[in-house]
């Protein structure tokens, strides 16, 4: 799989986990009461957020906590019904 494709295949794998939940982090995420699920995502993306600071000012990990946060991201996307394509819609859009 070429590298440009991954982000499409990491959001569809959230797809069917919120779609046809399986004993994992991400469905189990997801299948709490609505309020409830929504904001343990959002927890972890302000976690997550932090952790980039951090690895970023310690020169350490900045990759690792970076890919931590836009998986969190999208599956706050998946979360919210928002399609994949919508998001790249608005990077090109602002590319222009």
Known sequence: MSDDK????????????????IDSYTSNIMQDSDKKAEDKILEKIAE?????IIASKN????VYESA???????????YKGVEIDELFDEFKRRRK
């Open 68 to 78: 931590d946060l836009i998986f969190h991201t999208l599956l706050i996307l998946v």
């Open 6 to 21: 991954i982000i499409r295949e990491v959001y569809e794998v959230l797809e069917s986990r919120r779609d046809n939940p």
């Open 59 to 62: 020169d350490e990990n900045l």
């Open 48 to 52: 997550e957020a932090g952790e980039v």
